[in-house]
């Protein structure tokens, strides 16, 4: 009374029909849930952000604050 010997003539190839589907088939679910959870609400923050942003009164403010070496404040 022994066991029987393992049958590992075409192992590989019957568990990755099995597998490679599946595998397949999550990483879509993965690629879509990433999608439109993470980079649709972010492009949509970023178009919020640049509907209402002014880049010159950005830049005003940022030469009166005196952070650039190359533009004076108005002031002097």
Do not use: C, W
């Not at 192992?11 to 029909?17: E, I, P, S």
Request: charged share 25%; proline share 7%.
């Amino acid at each position: 009374m022994s066991l029987p010997k393992p049958v590992m003539r075409g192992l590989l190839g019957r568990r990755l029909r099995f597998h490679l589907p599946i595998a397949f088939a999550l990483s879509i679910v993965a690629a879509a849930a990433f999608k439109y959870t993470v980079t649709e609400p972010r492009k949509q923050a970023y178009a919020d952000f640049y509907k209402q942003y002014d880049a010159v009164k950005e830049f005003n403010a940022m030469r009166e604050a005196g952070i650039f070496e190359s533009v004076r404040p108005s002031g002097e």
